[in-house]
């Protein structure tokens, strides 16, 4: 498709754009006069009541339509692509790309790095705004489209262009004064790297941050990722268990300092920094509504409070119902990061109804290398190896996260089936809220 076409792919039933009869195939050319670059053009212009459409039928033809219409009433258009624009690659060379790190011969779509802006409100992608032109900023401060995710690392102009391999990237740091200046709604993100930008450097860029409170909603901290397939990379350490502990110490007092100035706690450690340095899990009210749960900072905990308000409900169920469940051996396969809190969750479940064996996995990333631990980089071939030969019982729950979304297909193109094939044994997918793993345990176990 060529850039700025807007080609119709389907027409939602009973809507204004059926009524006018447009079609799949058809391309939208303006509104009110506008030609449309991508979707934020689109929705915006669209918030009108008075529209007048320019639309190129399949035939050549074009046809002026006005429509009359509520304000938040919908079109009913589906276009082709839904960012309406070609989607825009990184241009940074990070040191600490994830990209960078994973073996030739996958699928290419797990090499495509995004840096779009765009896909920052859409789908809460974060990016370094180096790929971000001026044009684009007055777009999102004229539509003041929030928020605006960060990905900042430092905010030392020298180095930042050091660790993203880019000379622009120090001076786009400029971007966020202008944003901030717009009141747009930002979060933020430091990927921290060991004796790169950390400690001192770390200081420096959190009380430049600071001061952009309290549009700059929240800043994460996350440690890292190391594949094993580094071989060329910038050499870059593991963090240790000291390491961890400073950082902890680090982040709570500035946390305290944000809370009594601006009611937020702005600045989050994500959950491998507390496993690590064993310690206990902040509680929920720290995590201001889990701004940045992609980053994993608070999913440990939302899941755990989601676990203990659905035990409740089933501990209530079974003591008023006097519900029985048939007997039955339960497989579950999670990373090594969350393992002792998902044994911790089976355990209690078990107490609860002792009809209910449930095996917890714990799988090795052996495909990415040992220091990769959370469940959604497994692979397929790791789970097969490491559960073949094992007694599974009944059936085995798989975890969404570990699925190509909305398909069955694992991270090394390994399909469920085939993985059900492999290990003899009927495979449910669990999603990863408290809730649908108390649900997947009981689900149509019930006894009749």
């Keep these: ?16 754009a059926q009524e006018l009869e447009l079609e799949p195939g058809d391309i939208l050319l303006e509104i009110n006069n506008h030609k449309i670059e991508d979707i934020f053009d689109y929705q ?25 219409k509520d304000e938040d009433e919908d079109i009913g258009i589906i276009f082709e692509n839904g960012l309406m624009d070609d989607y825009r690659s990184c241009s940074n060379k990070c040191i600490f790309c994830f990209i960078d790190q994973m073996p030739k011969g996958m699928r290419p779509t797990l090499y495509f790095k995004d840096d779009d802006a765009r896909l920052s409100f859409l789908q809460g992608n974060y990016i370094t705004l180096t790929n971000m032109s001026d044009h684009d900023v007055d777009r999102i401060i004229r539509y003041h ?9 430092t905010t030392n102009p020298k180095l930042r262009c050091e660790m993203l391999n880019n000379r622009f990237a120090g001076e786009a740091l400029k971007k966020v004064e202008r944003f901030y200046e717009a009141g747009i709604e930002m979060n933020g993100q430091i990927v921290l790297c060991k004796g790169i930008n950390d400690k001192e450097e770390l200081k420096r860029t959190v ?10 909603k929240s800043v994460s901290i996350v440690p890292v990722g190391l594949s094993k397939y580094r071989e060329g990379l910038y050499p870059l350490e593991p963090f240790a268990k000291s390491d961890a502990v ?7 007092e500035w946390q305290q300092k944000a809370v009594k100035e601006y009611g937020l706690h702005f ?5 491998e920094w507390y496993i690590l340095a064993d310690r206990e899990l902040p509680q929920e009210e720290t995590y201001d509504g889990y701004l940045q749960l992609e980053n994993g900072v608070g999913m440990v905990r939302l899941m755990l409070t989601e676990f203990e308000d659905a035990y409740s409900e089933k501990e209530q169920q079974i003591k008023q119902e006097e519900i029985r469940y048939r007997e039955e051996t339960i497989s579950l396969i999670t ?13 209690k479940l078990m107490e609860l109804c002792p009809s209910k064996k449930i095996q917890v996995i714990p799988i090795t990333n052996h495909f990415f290398g040992e220091k990769i631990t959370v469940t959604g980089l497994l692979t397929g071939h790791d789970i097969v190896e490491q559960c073949q030969g094992k007694s599974l019982g009944n059936r085995l729950l798989l975890p969404e996260n570990v699925l190509r979304s909305g398909e069955m297909i694992l991270l090394d193109d390994m399909t469920v089936e085939e993985l059900k094939n492999a290990l003899q044994v009927p495979v449910d997918i669990v999603k990863s809220s408290g809730y649908d793993f108390v649900d997947a345990i009981f689900t149509e176990s019930e006894m009749e």
């Design 246 to 252: 400073e950082l902890l110490d680090f982040v709570q």
């Design 44 to 68: 915006y212009y669209c918030e009108d009541t008075f529209l007048t459409l320019l639309i190129r039928k399949g035939n050549g033809e074009e046809w002026e339509l006005e429509i009359e």
């Design 145 to 153: 489209l929030s928020p605006i995710n960060i990905s900042f690392q």
């Design 1 to 16: 498709m060529k850039k700025n076409v807007h080609v119709i792919e389907r027409v939602l039933p009973g809507s204004i």
């Design 335 to 347: 990373g090594m990061l969350v393992y002792p809190y998902i044994l911790e969750m089976a355990t």
């Design 267 to 271: 600045l989050h450690a994500s959950d």
């Design 207 to 216: 009380q430049d941050l600071y001061q952009y409170l309290p549009h700059l």
